[in-house]
């Protein structure tokens, strides 16, 4: 009964079926709830820049628009895992949770992921946020009291909906792991059950960070709970909602590419709810909400300048010359100058000015591929080195100049591998070394045609996509 290619009409009509009590099937009349959820988001603020860029907070915040437009009944979640993996964007959790506020989240749950700046910053931000967080199994190790709040009732319309958030037994919680302990998953869950159900909720949802396998485990564990928000990493991308029993199992992926939406009709006290659920997968045919996209805009253009101050404060790693080490392009130059010549027309060439251009060049995400040997000895270390080391430079393909002699007595040669350390199916989608090489050889076949345009090229010159990991 899910609608099998959601688009955002396909969703509208399909919302407005289940307002006029036509939607999935007969008898669901009267009160019902809409719940739509996000998991792992690790602070994904913009699409993916893949061939089909999907997600990020403009969309993710128009898409609710649009449903609260029609709906008065919605409940937006998030099953934790949204602070950035990457320690050097710290920023973007504190923009995160400021974006869940501004998009409504009602609550949200607590991923170890989320403890990696340590509680403090987790539990500031989210009050200046606005948003709850719950953590049914989260204790304070000096009280052995809760953490953050261990479950809560919400109302989505006239529903009371209860919901809890777990995270895997004995995780490493980071710098928060001599103040806090996650214990036992499944005892949390019982009593979070056992007292959301005394407390009138009519449906029950859990908020995972446990990974699919340990949420299936221990839905199949512990009765009573009616949705599991899968989290924790380990989720497969489900447009439709698998059944784990009696207990409907969303499943969205990660990075905010989809939303989970499930719709549901409570039953009298003691029978279960009736629920119908899917996942939406954000794609380009979904606007951005303009107020969102622009401040996603600016927080990435002043993260990017913050970045690029901190950087400069590293030291310069002066690039040992006794071990094998790079040496940079301008040393090759003066004994290879056809070749030299040649690189010159190529666009490894202007990689570096591709990422100025879009205010990304102090990006952690973006740099790898766009330098010569990010963070290897003598290799480029901050954006200071990008006039020594920035663009795909001759050593990024032949290796270290250090070893010359070598391949002066025994030969180089590239390998097919080398390309695809950054030409993945992610980044350059119709590579193939076949097509791709002779554009980079620095005797050019004769009669070479120009490469077609890759889509994920294409798609980065449009707007602000990204593309990357
Ligand atoms: C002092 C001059 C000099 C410098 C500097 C120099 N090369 Fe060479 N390079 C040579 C000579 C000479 C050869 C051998 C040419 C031949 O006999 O084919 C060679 C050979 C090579 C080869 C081919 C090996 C093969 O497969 O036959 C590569 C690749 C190469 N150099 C890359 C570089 C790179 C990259 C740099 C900078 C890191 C560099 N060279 C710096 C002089 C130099
Ligand atoms: C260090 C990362 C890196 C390596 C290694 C690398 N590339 Fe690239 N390549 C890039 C980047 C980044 C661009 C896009 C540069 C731009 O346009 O700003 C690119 C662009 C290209 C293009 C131009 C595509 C177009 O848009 O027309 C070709 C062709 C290409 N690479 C071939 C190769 C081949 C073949 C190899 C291996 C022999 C290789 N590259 C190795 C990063 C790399
Ligand atoms: C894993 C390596 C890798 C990473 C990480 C990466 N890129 Fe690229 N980028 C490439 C390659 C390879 C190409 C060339 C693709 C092609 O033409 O097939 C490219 C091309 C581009 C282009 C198109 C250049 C043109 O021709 O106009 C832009 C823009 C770009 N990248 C920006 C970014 C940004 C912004 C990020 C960070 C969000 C990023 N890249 C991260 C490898 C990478
Ligand atoms: C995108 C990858 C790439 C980059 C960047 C690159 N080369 Fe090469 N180079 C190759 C390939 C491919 C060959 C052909 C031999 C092979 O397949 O190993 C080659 C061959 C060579 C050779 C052997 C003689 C010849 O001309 O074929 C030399 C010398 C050389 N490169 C020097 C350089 C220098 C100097 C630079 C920087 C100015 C550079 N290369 C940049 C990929 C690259």
Redesign the pocket.
Known sequence: MGVREPGARALLIALALALAGLGAGCGHRGEHALIVTTNDVIAKT?PC?CHTPKGGFARRAAFLDSVRAVRKDVLALDAGGFFPVNEDERDAGAFTLAAMGRMGTAAAGVGPNELRFGYAYLEQHARAAGVPLLAANLERRDTHGPAFERWRIFRAGSVPVGVFSLMPEGSDLGPARDSLDATSAERAARAAIDSLRAGGAAVTVLLSQLGEPGGDSLVARVPGIDVIVQGGGMVPIRTDARRIGRTVSVEGGTEGWQVGVAQVWPAGPGARPQIDARTVVLGPEYPMQPAMAASVKAFEDSMNARLRVREASYAASPGGSSGPHYVGMSNCVRCHASEYAQWQTT?HA??WK??A??Q?ES?P??????VTALGEPGGFQTTDDAPRFGNVQCEACHGRGSDHKQWMDHGNTVSEAT?R????P??????SLAL?RPHVLHTPPPGLQP?P??P??HL??VGQ?????
């Open positions: 913009s820049g666009a202007h990689a591709t990422l251009d879009q990304k990006t995400s973006c740099v790898p591929c766009h390309c350390g950054c030409h993945t992610t980044t350059s989608p119709t590579f791709y490469l345009e890759s994920a090229t980065m010159r996509q990204r593309h990357g990991r």
